[in-house]
């Protein structure tokens, strides 16, 4: 990718990411303007990775929020460069149709937010994880191993493999480069748990299932639920009801729910995206996973695309009016079943006059239909 036909010109910018994360593991093919790597697979799949959830106009899963394809398409994309095989042994080759590709991410991207939901769902967000890095474990393991057609015993390796990596550190949002690459970090990890079982690298087993050390177990520690966890939603009505057509787009660059001020939001989302700003720019990534912010640049520019994330456009005056006059605060009722990080946003007018609205979910495009979809409900 050429740095000067970049929208910020310079390595720190959003879409820039993956090009700065090429230079630090000191990739000598990246020469200053043109990223170019013959690093192999896993090193394509952190570069990927990297772009698909820079500029925050990707999918998300508001039930169990995670960003699958950020995680699952990359590492399919380094999984093709190896022989398949037929047996699950390695002995023989067989060609990766666009129709195994396709199972294969919907293998990944229904089983991301099942193991979501058997964590409540947003609520590891509300203590400071990462919550798609973590949720992509098995999604891209199981997606990879799909492709790769694993046995059933080296699938639950891969998982097992994938699963002993999770991790993601939700201060990454406020300064810093790192949180584009986390998603990144997990697809690439997940095709390393795929590798090695299908040459016969035992995992761990029964990785949801264990009490000591287990997947659930271990992220669900504090979440305050009763029960904690529940590994029955991993596979619920499996083939019946599938969470893929919970998955939707965003139509904005950042956050992508929040429209005016001030904002009621779920614990979770309150937690992610509430943050009162104090510092003056703001870094892109702040930027971009900050209500206040998002909320003033849609009413000044009608817009959240990337130009409102350009360091140019980080530090206007009129944009930051409005930043100061947002406030945010915890609504326990998106908190409630059914809901899935909403909000609710009021506009207060000189005069007493208020316009309302309310969110169940976050507004997103349906890649079904090619329409927006909200639960929106307006009063004044």
Known sequence: MVVEQSLLGKPASPDEVAEAYIYLVKNTDATGSIVSSNGGPLAATILKGAFIQATELDDYHSSAPLHSAAVVIPTLLAAVQFPSTSNGRGKSQQRVTGLDFLIAAVVGFESGPRAGLALVGP???????????????????????????????????????????AGGLMSATYKGMIKRVQHAFAARARLFGALPARNGYVG?????????????????????????????????????????????????????????????????????????????????????????????????????????????????????????????????????????????????????????????????????????????????
């Open 123 to 165: 609520e590891l967000l509300t203590r400071g994880w990462h919550s798609g890095v973590i949720f992509g474990c098995p999604a891209a393991a199981l997606a990879s191993a799909r492709l790769l057609v694993l046995s059933a015993n080296q699938t639950e390796s891969a998982v097992g493999i994938a699963c002993t990596q």
């Open 204 to 380: 761990i087993r029964k990785v949801f299932e264990r009490r000591y050390g287990g997947f659930l177990a271990m992220f669900s520690q504090g979440n305050g639920a009763d029960p904690p966890y529940d590994v029955r939603r991993v596979v619920a009505d499996l083939g019946a009801r599938w969470e893929v057509f919970g998955i939707r787009v965003k139509p904005h660059a950042c956050l992508g729910h929040i429209v005016s001020i001030p904002v009621g939001l779920s614990g979770p989302k309150y937690a992610h995206d509430g943050w009162e700003s104090f510092q003056r720019p703001l870094a892109t990534t702040g930027a971009q996973t900050n209500v206040a912010y998002s909320g003033a640049s849609q009413l000044v520019d009608g817009q959240m695309l990337l130009e409102q994330f350009a360091d140019r456009n980080l530090d206007r005056d009129e944009v930051r009016v409005l930043v100061q006059k947002t406030s945010c605060y915890y609504d326990a009722r998106f908190d409630r079943p059914h809901f899935g990080c909403g909000a609710r946003v009021a506009v207060e007018f000189d005069g007493g006059f208020q316009v309302e609205t309310f969110l169940d979910q976050p507004r997103g495009y349906n890649p079904r239909s090619r329409t927006r979809t909200s639960g929106a409900s307006f009063a004044s």
